[in-house]
């Protein structure tokens, strides 16, 4: 079903469910997501640190004290950390193959001197927000996620397909966590599609009125190439024309002023139709003038532009890091430059890497990939996910536009796209923008009010798509 015909039919719902018995009221199991959340962010499971085993298995405690079966409840280390995975089973037999609910539980490094209202790995609420490094990405969603199946175990629901929990301990560097996910443990997360809490989600302005609720169906292709150039080098006192640091600086100029070609999938097309509906001004002409015309490239490129929508009409590449020369008082030998890009979804990394040759124009810098995710496509616009999102959004949020949203970063998602598995982003909590946009900064913080609304909202979604079917 075609984006606008799901999320018409998901709003012919709405009125039922606002007005439903069975909405969740069951603020103390809100208290119980606020009391996992402040556990989960004590723990600072950063790489280097050994403590994700540690706090998967203290979640798989959790859900043993709270009715999942041990032999339904897996810990499996790799590496220095480890995968958290439990199953609900259907009674009988299932109606549908499994779903799998993502997040997890490790997170980027913080310094505590750089933070000023919060400690990071510290918990604490003040002024209506939650603060710690997590709080945002991506611990609410391992606690939302939780604590709504434990609401519904308790409530006495019965799946209608199994339901799999899959939480990686290393999204945030390697990955290794769900490429083994999606191939040699593919056993244990053999699912029709995946439902990721490390995606989509709501805007809300500072005057309190909702701009959007993201539902993440693509997202791009994470890939590093270094640019290298070599030099016989020399004494410094002897400076000549050819210096390996001047040929890089002038590669990387070239790469500053450069902009790939802007491409339009389903998931951007349909974003920008939505959020052309409520944008004023030039910029909202802008998104109006490319939907009619993808070849309009100055229209895209306005768009590129706006700090809100930078990396959703292209691919992107951007310098990183740098190293060059061996010795203060001698030329360089070698200079190189990590050039890191997100790219469309459906672009091979080879092809960026020509184009890169082709923007450096120059023989004697190499290119080469260093690092490169899963190649993922997009998600097929399913009919009952993007259906069960707005539902449970509006139920909350009755005025909030649903978007469709191609993610310029990664997730965990893309290994399972790239096997094969649809993914969604499709969590519930939501931040005040920008000013809450904190994600591996400073001070990261979620509004209190998030976190009880995404335990309601993963309720509404479990229910709507593993519940008693027609």
Same mark, same amino acid.
Request: charged share 25%; hydrophobic share 40%; glycine share 8%.
């Given at each position: 079903?075609?984006?606008?015909?799901?999320?018409?039919?998901?709003?012919?719902?709405?009125?039922?469910?606002?007005?439903?018995?069975?909405?969740? +009221?069951?603020? =103390?199991?809100?208290?119980?997501?606020?009391?996992?959340?402040?556990?989960?962010?004590?723990?600072?499971?950063?790489?280097?640190?050994?403590?994700? =085993?540690?706090?998967?298995?203290?979640?798989? %405690?959790?859900?043993?004290?709270?009715?999942?079966?041990?032999?339904?409840?897996?810990? $499996?280390?790799?590496?220095?950390?480890?995968?958290?995975? %439990?199953?609900?089973?259907?009674?009988?037999?299932?109606?549908?193959? =499994?779903?799998?609910?993502?997040?997890?539980?490790?997170?980027?490094?913080?310094? /505590?001197?750089?933070?000023?209202?919060?400690?990071?790995?510290?918990?604490?609420?003040?002024?209506?927000?939650?603060?710690?490094?997590?709080?945002?990405?991506?611990?609410?969603?391992?606690?939302? #996620?939780?604590?709504? $199946?434990?609401?519904?175990?308790?409530?006495? !629901?019965?799946?209608?397909?199994?339901?799999?929990? !899959?939480?990686?301990?290393?999204?945030?560097?390697?990955?290794?966590?769900?490429?083994?996910?999606? +191939?040699?443990?593919?056993?244990?997360?053999?699912?029709?599609?995946?439902?990721?809490?490390?995606?989509?989600?709501? &805007?809300?302005?500072?005057?309190?009125? !909702?701009?959007?609720? &993201?539902?993440?169906?693509?997202?791009?292709?994470? %890939?590093?190439? +270094?640019?290298?150039?070599?030099?016989?080098?020399?004494?410094?006192?002897?400076?000549?024309?050819?210096?390996?640091?001047?040929?890089?600086?002038?590669?990387?100029?070239? @790469?500053?002023?450069?902009? !790939?070609? /802007?491409?339009?999938?389903? +998931?951007?097309?349909?974003?920008?139709?939505?959020?052309?509906?409520?944008?004023?001004?030039? $910029?909202?002409?802008?998104?109006?003038?490319?939907?009619?015309?993808?070849?309009?490239?100055?229209?895209?490129?306005?768009?590129?532009?706006?700090? #809100?929508?930078?990396?959703? #009409?292209?691919?992107?590449?951007?310098?990183?890091?740098?190293?060059?020369?061996?010795?203060?008082?001698?030329?360089?030998?070698?200079?190189?430059?990590?050039?890191?890009?997100?790219?469309?979804?459906?672009?091979?990394?080879?092809?960026?890497?020509?184009? @890169?040759?082709?923007?450096?124009?120059?023989?004697?810098?190499?290119?080469?990939?260093?690092?490169?995710?899963?190649?993922?496509?997009?998600?097929?616009?399913?009919?009952?996910?993007?259906?069960?999102?707005?539902?449970?959004?509006?139920?909350?949020? /009755?005025?909030? =536009?649903?978007?469709?949203?191609?993610?310029?970063?990664?997730?965990?998602?893309?290994?399972?796209?790239?096997?094969?598995? /649809?993914?969604?982003?499709?969590?519930?909590?939501?931040?005040?923008?920008?000013?809450?946009?904190?994600?591996?900064?400073?001070?990261?913080?979620?509004?209190?009010?998030?976190?009880?609304?995404?335990?309601?909202?993963?309720? @509404?979604?479990?229910?709507?798509? %593993?519940?008693?079917?027609?």
């Amino acid at each position: 079903m075609a984006i606008r015909a799901a999320l018409s039919a998901a709003l012919l719902l709405t009125a039922r469910l606002a007005g439903s018995s069975d909405l969740p +009221t069951a603020h =103390p199991w809100h208290d119980q997501a606020r009391a996992m959340l402040e556990h989960l962010v004590d723990v600072p499971t950063v790489k280097g640190r050994g403590r994700v =085993p540690e706090l998967a298995n203290w979640l798989a %405690a959790q859900y043993r004290a709270h009715g999942f079966p041990s032999e339904d409840i897996r810990v $499996l280390p790799y590496g220095e950390t480890a995968a958290f995975i %439990a199953r609900w089973r259907a009674p009988g037999k299932p109606v549908a193959r =499994p779903i799998m609910l993502m997040s997890h539980l490790d997170v980027v490094e913080a310094l /505590p001197e750089d933070w000023k209202e919060a400690r990071p790995f510290q918990f604490s609420e003040k002024d209506g927000y939650y603060y710690g490094r997590g709080t945002f990405d991506i611990k609410q969603g391992v606690a939302a #996620t939780t604590i709504a $199946l434990f609401e519904l175990k308790k409530a006495g !629901f019965a799946p209608s397909r199994d339901i799999v929990v !899959f939480y990686s301990g290393d999204e945030e560097t390697d990955g290794e966590g769900a490429r083994l996910g999606a +191939t040699k443990w593919h056993d244990l997360l053999d699912v029709e599609f995946g439902l990721n809490s490390d995606a989509g989600g709501g &805007n809300r302005a500072p005057d309190g009125h !909702f701009i959007s609720f &993201n539902l993440q169906s693509a997202e791009k292709t994470y %890939a590093t190439y +270094t640019f290298t150039a070599r030099n016989r080098g020399g004494h410094s006192s002897q400076p000549r024309a050819d210096n390996a640091i001047y040929e890089l600086a002038d590669a990387l100029r070239r @790469l500053a002023a450069y902009r !790939f070609e /802007p491409a339009m999938n389903e +998931t951007s097309r349909a974003y920008f139709s939505e959020r052309q509906k409520s944008e004023p001004g030039a $910029l909202g002409d802008a998104m109006r003038a490319w939907l009619a015309n993808p070849g309009d490239g100055k229209a895209a490129d306005f768009i590129e532009a706006q700090a #809100t929508e930078i990396g959703y #009409t292209r691919t992107r590449c951007v310098a990183t890091r740098l190293q060059a020369g061996h010795a203060d008082n001698a030329l360089p030998q070698m200079a190189q430059a990590t050039v890191n890009c997100r790219i469309l979804p459906g672009v091979s990394t080879d092809a960026i890497r020509d184009e @890169l040759a082709r923007v450096v124009a120059d023989p004697g810098i190499e290119v080469r990939p260093s690092d490169v995710s899963a190649i993922a496509p997009e998600s097929p616009l399913r009919a009952d996910v993007v259906h069960a999102y707005a539902a449970a959004v509006h139920a909350l949020h /009755p005025d909030a =536009p649903i978007v469709p949203e191609m993610s310029p970063g990664a997730s965990d998602g893309t290994f399972f796209r790239g096997a094969g598995i /649809p993914v969604y982003g499709v969590d519930g909590s939501w931040v005040v923008v920008p000013e809450d946009y904190r994600a591996h900064g400073k001070d990261e913080r979620l509004p209190v009010g998030a976190l009880g609304d995404d335990v309601d909202h993963w309720v @509404l979604m479990l229910k709507e798509l %593993a519940g008693p079917q027609p």
